[in-house]
């Protein structure tokens, strides 16, 4: 019989433990700062009603805020069926330093139902809004 060759194993070759390089990034990046906003105004010559109190009884309170120039000089003008009230509150008023102005007034207790008219004028600006009397 003839002879088997046989094969020794070959050596395997020797490797060095692999070295772990941490990763290469790319350096940080700042992102510009973004402006703060400040809380929006009016125009300065702009009037904009910032509450309407609606709707109201006979016999209840009327209220209205607006938003203007600071210190400006406002009047205010509600009118009913029977024309322009002479309510006590609705008299004319100066705007504090952030431009705000606020009304109130009685609803006389015989006022018709129905919707109403706020006409604000501050300096040469004015708003309109109507507000409800049940």
């Given at each position: 019989m003839p002879a088997v060759p046989t094969l020794a194993p070959a050596p395997l070759p020797t490797l060095a433990p692999p070295t772990l390089a941490p990763p290469?990034?790319?350096p940080p990046t700042v992102a510009p700062a973004l402006?703060?906003?400040a809380p929006a105004?009016?125009?300065a010559a702009g009037v904009t009603f910032t509450f309407v109190k609606?709707?109201?009884s006979p016999g209840g309170t009327g209220q209205v805020n607006v938003a203007t120039a600071p210190n400006a000089a406002c009047t205010i003008v509600v009118t009913y069926k029977s024309g322009p009230s002479t309510a006590q509150g609705l008299i004319p008023k100066t705007a504090d330093g952030n431009g705000n102005v606020s009304?109130?007034?009685n609803i006389g207790t015989n006022t018709t139902a129905g919707t109403w008219?706020?006409?604000v004028r501050c300096g040469a600006a004015t708003a309109h809004a109507t507000f409800v009397v049940l």
């Open positions: 290469t990034l790319p402006p703060t906003l105004l009016p125009p609606s709707p109201v009304w109130t007034w008219p706020i006409d």
